[in-house]
T-cell receptor, first 116, second 112 residues
Framework: GQQLNQSPQSMFIQEGEDVSMNCTSSSIFNTWLWYKQDPGEGPVLLIALYKAGELTSNGRLTAQFGITRKDSFLNISASIPSDVGIYFCAGPPIGADGGSQGNLIFGKGTKLSVKP | DAMVIQNPRYQVTQFGKPVTLSCSQTLNHNVMYWYQQKSSQAPKLLFHYYDKDFNNEADTPDNFQSRRPNTSFCFLDIRSPGLGDAAMYLC???????????FGPGTRLTVT
């Protein structure tokens, strides 16, 4: 079945640094979703991407839908302590008709922590 | 604000004692989902309802059941919780399948 591979698995940030993470698949997607989960809370939708090449921002967050439709990137500029958490990419698989259908597939997440 | 609400946020139950978790939504979405999430893992889908049409994942244990009495509410019943069922349980909704999902804050289940 379709899988989403996220990298890096974990990373440490220092306040003020820019952060980049990505999500790749061997299959194409029509939609890419980025969620953030704080400890003890449910995932919160950050950005949704619907078109190849699309670049969308949400405050200090910017995400891109890769041209090949097999990857997506999330960048965080000028990180702050509250950016720590787990970031998940997700997307609905593509059915035989080429449309998005079925339930979301999730990556395993990228864990952001503060540098000691 | 439209939202997904889960109660309780924390639930402690004894080994083998049935427990019910609840979820409600004010988004008027057609689809509701239940996920199980264990530490540092991605959410794992247990069931979903498209309106009243119930669908469980092939690997969801028989110990887990769900009810959706109306559009707004959905329940997760664990008939005989084992120690391995301790986890965060997340409810989510979406307008349709294949669309973005909105999650509730989760219920942390502890089994003693």
């Amino acid at each position: 079945g379709q899988q989403l591979n996220q990298s890096p698995q974990s990373m440490f940030i220092q306040e003020g640094e820019d952060v980049s993470m990505n999500c790749t698949s061997s299959s194409i997607f029509n939609t890419w979703l980025w969620y953030k989960q704080d400890p003890g809370e449910g995932p919160v939708l950050l950005i949704a991407l619907y078109k190849a090449g699309e670049l969308t921002s949400n405050g200090r967050l910017t995400a891109q839908f890769g041209i090949t439709r097999k990857d997506s990137f999330l960048n965080i500029s000028a990180s702050i302590p509250s950016d720590v958490g787990i970031y998940f990419c997700a997307g609905p698989p593509i059915g035989a008709d080429g449309g998005s259908q079925g339930n979301l597939i999730f990556g395993k997440g990228t864990k952001l922590s503060v540098k000691p | 604000d439209a939202m997904v609400i889960q109660n309780p946020r924390y639930q402690v139950t004894q080994f083998g004692k049935p427990v019910t978790l609840s979820c409600s939504q004010t988004l008027n979405h057609n689809v509701m989902y239940w996920y199980q999430q264990k530490s540092s893992q991605a959410p794992k889908l247990l069931f979903h309802y498209y309106d009243k049409d119930f669908n469980n994942e092939a690997d969801t244990p028989d110990n887990f059941q769900s009810r959706r009495p109306n559009t707004s509410f959905c329940f997760l019943d664990i008939r005989s919780p084992g120690l391995g069922d301790a986890a965060m349980y997340l409810c989510a909704t979406s307008r349709r399948q294949g669309y973005e999902q909105y999650f509730g804050p989760g219920t942390r289940l502890t089994v003693t």
